[in-house]
């Protein structure tokens, strides 16, 4: 099958201010965010649902990327109308520092956060206990999922709070902290471009990288979360395409107990971003990988 030809640059103009008017559509229609006293630091979060829910429902931590916001992932993902279809209840915490340069400290990432030490596992922490406290989340049914500097305070998540988490989920990102820090294992899917100029794939620092320190690789984050889930290498093998034709791989590690211990989907030429299937449903979709995921354990 041949490709279809470009488009005329008006066209590719036209497209690109139609996404912008949808995501500010969806965006307008979120609720309001909550805030929540961590310390002397006031916090801020998106929920999923306004009402309080007739039992307590399955948490979904998602975080965002250095220099995005609650409302932008949650309406660029569609992880909040996936997830509350599927009966999870999502929160969006929001990191800190100044209106579209907000990060996160994920150990040597990102910007202010990581500058100041800013205590982005107190916040975490803080706010499942929160939703638990109040009835809205299940507290033996909590998940986290992060793109990019999300995706690193994920990880550090899953080291420092491995009894908080049933499953995790990382996009375009990396285990930014010392392997060592991770004394117990929890489920992971990771998502992640083979051509990322951010965060590359192979480790060290990329052209696009905003952090002087290198980064390690996405085979040695891998490996040491499946290390400790005690996972070994099950199937190697092709996992279809994304939406624009780029060829997706995957590695399923399993362990003694759990057949899908670790996943990891690689994007053959992909770079920095969330994949997602096109308006037919075709191409692989992370919001939709990083549900069935948690599904799988027990979402």
């Avoid at 994920?106 to 202010?112: S, V």
């Amino acid at each position: 099958m041949t490709q279809s030809a470009a488009l005329h640059p008006s066209t590719t103009r036209l497209l690109a201010a139609c996404l912008v008017v949808v995501l500010f559509t969806v965006e307008a229609a979120l609720p309001p965010l909550h805030e929540l006293k961590v310390g002397s630091a006031t916090r801020r979060y998106l929920l999923s649902q306004q009402h309080k829910p007739a039992r307590p429902l399955p948490l979904v931590l998602a975080l965002h990327g250095a220099n995005g916001d609650a409302r932008e992932f949650a309406a660029s993902t569609a992880l909040d109308s996936e997830g509350r279809r599927l009966g999870f209840l999502l929160a969006f915490p929001e990191g800190s520092g100044e209106k579209g340069a907000l990060s996160w400290n994920a150990g040597d990432c990102c910007k202010t956060a990581s500058r100041r030490d800013v205590d982005d596992i107190a916040f975490l922490r803080a706010l499942v206990a929160d939703l638990v406290a109040r009835g809205w989340a299940d507290p033996q049914r909590v998940f986290v999922v992060g793109f990019s500097n999300g995706g690193m305070l994920a990880y550090r998540l899953a080291a420092e709070a491995p009894a908080l988490l049933r499953a995790m989920a990382a996009v375009s990102a990396t285990l930014d902290i010392d392997p060592n820090e991770l004394s117990l294992g929890v489920p992971l899917l990771h998502i992640h471009g083979s051509a990322d100029t951010l965060v590359p794939y192979r480790g060290g620092v990329g052209p696009r990288s905003s952090n002087p320190a290198p980064y390690p690789s996405v085979s040695s984050s891998i490996a040491s979360m499946a290390g400790r889930l005690d996972a070994r290498l099950a199937d190697d093998g092709r996992a279809g395409r994304t939406a624009d034709g780029k060829p997706v791989s995957r590695e399923r590690y399993a362990s003694a107990a759990d057949g899908e211990a670790v996943v990891l989907l690689r994007i053959a030429r992909g770079g920095h971003d969330w994949p997602r299937s096109d308006n037919r449903g075709r191409g692989l979709d992370a919001t939709r990988e990083v549900l069935r995921f948690f599904q799988e354990h027990g979402g």
